[in-house]
């Protein structure tokens, strides 16, 4: 027996009154919710267009695409990302009353219209691309409630211990060297030269006998440089050898792949902690606020609208979705932006 075909135009009705369902569901949905407080389509375009203006004039993209993903959906997920975060800032800086400081956030438009050539010039911009100058005033005032929350999480976290141990892990980022060399190539003219040098004749011999012609002009002295740096950047035989010295004494021959060199270390300085606290402190700060942040995210109940990716609690970051199952959770990594028609 053969079962009737369904009429044509009651499956056409039955599959426009799904989608039509479908469309509701979707125009409805938040783009994410944050501990019940919701995160709309329209708000996270109208942040997007302001993310994708700020980008531009700072000559970078608003968002890093993923594999086959749209700079558009990248940039949704930037701002998604932002606006997340923000939720969890605002809660903090609602029960601290917090606010952006009015100084800095005129400060900060100020570079902005230095950037592009004025204020006039950034108003012109602005409304080039539909935005108003109040919009970008609100929006520069959100982002920088981020540095009133961080200070204050700062101050109420960081410890003199925890400043005090920075200083002595990153002791070489602090402290400046000096080293000279004569650069040989035998050991035997290397032993003639360090039985000759003293730190009063180390400089003469270097422009008369190095082959570092770069350095011999000045006497054997590589320059100034940040400890962290000169490790960095110079031969580690030769490294070793120079930090093992004290300020004014001569090292016998010492063999790398350029040749033999005799070193003088000229000084070496240690800036002390008061110097380099308030550098300290603001990276201490910057650490604790991050790890403020990983607990809010942690703890708070965020839901993001598959649309635009999901969210990573290890990062806090709005990730492309990656999956090839066939099932209701796939999602495409060019996800339409939030502007565009559900």
């Given at each position: ?24 569901d ?64 605002k ?31 950034l ?5 080039q ?19 009133s929350?961080q ?58 006998r ?7 002009a ?13 490790v ?11 930090l ?55 703890s ?9 990716g999901?969210l ?31």
């Amino acid at each position: 027996m053969t079962l009737p075909s369904p009429r044509p135009r009651a499956l056409v009705l039955v599959l426009v009154a799904v989608l039509a369902l479908a469309a509701c569901d979707t125009a409805e949905r938040p783009a994410a919710e944050v501990d019940g407080a919701q995160i709309s389509n329209e708000q996270l375009a109208a942040d997007q267009q302001l993310f994708d203006f700020l980008t531009a004039i700072s000559g970078s993209a608003c968002g890093q695409p993923a594999e086959n993903e749209t700079q558009d959906a990248a940039c949704a997920r930037l701002t998604l990302t932002n606006l997340i975060q923000e939720e969890l800032v605002k809660g903090y800086a609602g029960e601290h009353d917090l606010s952006a400081d009015p100084d800095t956030v005129a400060n900060v438009i100020g570079q902005v219209e230095q950037s592009v050539g004025g204020g006039k010039a950034l108003n012109e911009q602005l409304a080039q691309n539909d935005l108003t100058r109040p919009e970008f005033e609100a929006f520069a005032t959100r982002l920088l409630l981020f540095n009133s929350v961080q200070t204050a999480v700062g101050e109420d976290r960081v410890t003199d211990e925890r400043v005090q141990q920075l200083y002595d892990e990153n002791r070489s980022q602090y402290t400046t060297v000096e080293v000279a060399h004569i650069l040989v190539p035998t050991r035997a003219e290397a032993e003639e030269i360090a039985r000759e040098a003293t730190p009063k004749n180390f400089a003469d011999l270097a422009a008369e006998r190095s082959q570092d012609a770069a350095s011999a002009a000045n006497g054997g002295s590589l320059g100034p440089t940040v400890e962290a740096a000169f490790v960095q950047q110079y031969d580690p035989t030769f490294v070793a050898a120079a930090l093992a010295l004290q300020p004014g004494q001569i090292s016998e021959p010492v063999q790398t792949q350029f040749g033999w060199h005799v070193i003088e270390l000229l000084s070496r300085d240690v800036a002390p902690l008061d110097q380099v606290r308030e550098q300290l402190t603001s990276q201490a700060a910057a650490e604790a606020f991050q790890s403020w942040m990983q607990e809010r995210l942690q703890s708070a109940e965020i839901r993001v609208d598959p649309r635009y990716g999901r969210l990573d609690p290890a990062t806090g970051e709005v990730v492309a979705v990656r999956s090839t199952s066939t099932g209701g959770g796939f999602q495409p990594t060019s996800a339409p932006s939030p502007s565009a028609s559900p």
